[in-house]
Structure formats: C-alpha cells, structure tokens
C-alpha cells in the first residue's frame, strides 16, 4: 500500500479564506482549541514572513495566541507535521506553491488538514496556493470582515496608499475591508 494513502485515514482538508480582518486566524485558533480538548496532536505552523507579533507564535486579532513554528517552505512541513494529527497553517497565501502536494500528502497519510488564508490580494486576485488548496479541499470556509466604508460583508482588502504591491504583513493599517461596490466606486474615483 502507498505510505502515503491508508485505508483507515481519515485525513481532511478545510480552507478558511476571506479578506484581512475577517476572523480567519481567529476560526483556525477555534478549531485548533477544539483539537487540543479532544487530546488530539496538533502542530501550528506559518510562514517565516510573517513576524508581525511573535516568530513563534500565531495572534489573531483578538487576542488569542498559540505557539507555532515558522518555516521558511511548505517541503519542510512534511517532516515538521510527521507526528502530528491535525497540521494546521496560517497565513498560507505567503507559501510557495508546493503547499498544494504537501497538503494532499499530509492528508492522504490520515492527517487532519487546517488551512487559513487571504483568498484574494489587494488588486481582488487569488493568492498564491490557496486558490489551488480550495480546489482541493474538503470543506471550504469563506469567512467575511465588515466594509469599512458602508458596513455591509466586506469581500477584499482595499490597500489605502497607493501601490501595486502585494499585501505585506506588518502594514495592516495600511488595509481595510471593503464590499465590492465600495471596493469599485473607491478604485475608479482614483
Ligand atoms: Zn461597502
């Protein structure tokens, strides 16, 4: 039998995405916390771009924190997460596009899969792996911020100083959550 598909797995892969400040990193925490009550092995893991609070630890917005270990590509995750039961990845977006593989592989072996990431950067396009990752997922979770502009479901990030960068971490107010038609009317006012 191929190593990496049993019989008996139970691997899976969810997809939480949505613009910043939509709660993503808080609904992995929350399923992360779930894992722990239940006794299950979980490791954390989030690119080593991000070093916006701590290097080893993932903080969402309102204050959760759990340790994780940053890595520098998804290759060494397969190693990282070889014990674990559930692998869960924060600011995905950031990982090269091996992510995909990796993730199916961690899930063909039994593993429990947990994915957070932007869905779309800030010119509204998919970013890096995770369009990929959705594809491929088993459960998909689009969560949403609120429009700063009008309050209705925000569905990307605006960047308010103008650049044709990507999202860069550490420059989160610089963003804000936007619906589609403010996104629109704001971006063809300029
Ligand atoms: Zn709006």
Do not use: W
Not at 136 to 154: E, M, P, T, Y
């Amino acid at each position: 039998m191929n190593a990496t598909h049993q019989k008996t797995s139970k691997g899976t892969i969810e997809v939480i995405c949505g613009s910043m400040f939509s709660g993503k990193t808080e609904e992995l925490l929350r399923r992360i916390h779930r894992c722990v009550l239940a006794h299950l092995r979980v490791e954390l893991f989030k690119p080593d771009t991000d070093q916006r609070y701590k290097p080893d630890a993932v903080v969402s917005h309102m204050g959760r924190e759990l340790p994780c270990q940053s890595v520098s590509s998804s290759s060494a995750l397969t190693l990282l997460a070889s014990a674990a039961d559930v692998v869960a990845i924060d600011e995905a977006q950031f990982f090269d596009l091996e992510l995909v593989s990796v993730c199916q592989n961690l899930a063909n072996a039994g593993k429990r899969v947990i994915i957070a990431g932007l869905d779309m950067d800030s010119n509204a396009q998919p970013f890096g792996p995770i369009p990929q990752l959705m594809a491929v997922a088993d459960q998909v979770s689009k969560v949403q911020a609120i429009c700063a502009n009008c309050g209705d479901l925000a569905y990307v990030s605006y960047r308010i100083s103008k650049s044709d960068s990507l999202v860069y971490l550490g420059e989160k107010k610089e963003y804000k959550p936007l619906c589609r038609s403010c996104y629109f009317s704001i971006s063809d006012a300029q």
